[in-house]
């Protein structure tokens, strides 16, 4: 877990953040704060693991009304520090619609694919939003998104989802046009949890670990018969499945 307020001055230690950091600074009210002079889409990320019983508190402040090309996106979960490319993870949508319907949402992405699970409400982030930010998950990918506009967190919805078991990095992601391009600030990041708990998640594996949350591709299934008395018996079996024993030898038996 971490926090970081930004104000040591500085985002490049303690923690430690990458990406475009030649078009961030932490600017003199002591935020992290875009300081782009043409459209692009920048991206700064962090290492985070926390997943399990995860919660991310984080403020951020737009100076505009979003659009389709001007918006935000925090990253809650991705296994990439590049938040431009492919990557797995979650994130925070500030923005991003047409007309007046902007809201804040969280989504799944899949490489390059993006999913909605929680559809915030309309109209939250129509006009400069400015606002804090909790997400929480639990132990079983339970999601609830709470938003703070004026002094007490409301909820936004909830939704489960557990198709991502693990984290490397959180982060945040502009999309701006120039005249856009130093109107983002992020402040107040504050996570917690755990790390996901890698080893065989499947229950018919012989080596099915019960505390594993994230799956690493060690479960050993069935794959024979591992008893010596069937014929099908075969020594290289190293996870034994009673079905596969069928026929009993009964010669030389009393």
Not at 92 to 105: F, L, N, P, R
Not at 205 to 234: I, K, R, V
Not at 236 to 253: A, E, N, R, S, Y
Request: proline share 3%; net charge negative.
């Amino acid at each position: 877990q971490f926090t970081d307020d930004f104000s040591d001055g500085d985002f490049t230690n303690n923690p430690a953040w990458g990406g475009n950091v030649e078009v961030f600074e932490v600017d003199t009210a002591l935020k992290l704060h875009l300081k782009d002079t043409i459209a692009n889409s920048s991206s700064l990320a962090t290492l985070s693991e926390c997943i399990i019983n995860g919660e991310w508190r984080f403020n951020v402040k737009l100076g505009f009304s979003p659009s389709t090309n001007n918006y935000a996106r925090v990253y809650l979960v991705s296994d990439e520090e590049d938040l431009l490319g492919n990557l797995n993870g979650y994130f925070v949508k500030i923005g991003g619609q047409t007309g007046a319907v902007d809201e804040i949402s969280l989504y799944r992405q899949n490489g390059t694919s993006h999913t909605e699970i929680i559809d915030g409400i309309d109209g939250l982030a129509t006009d400069n939003p400015d606002v804090k930010v909790r997400v929480t998950r639990d132990t079983f990918g339970n999601w609830e998104l709470f938003l703070d506009t004026n002094g007490v967190f409301f909820s936004q919805g909830t939704a489960f989802d557990d198709e991502i078991t693990y984290s490397e990095y959180f982060g945040v992601f502009c999309k701006y046009t120039i005249t856009r391009s130093n109107k983002f600030w992020f402040d107040d990041v504050n996570i917690s949890g755990f790390a996901a708990v890698y080893g065989c998640t499947d229950f018919s594996a012989c080596n099915y670990d019960s505390l594993a949350t994230a799956d690493d591709g060690s479960c050993d299934l069935p794959n024979g018969c591992g008893d010596p008395l069937y014929l099908e018996y075969d020594p290289l079996v190293t996870c034994p499945d009673p079905l596969d024993c069928i026929t009993l030898i009964t010669t030389g038996l009393s």
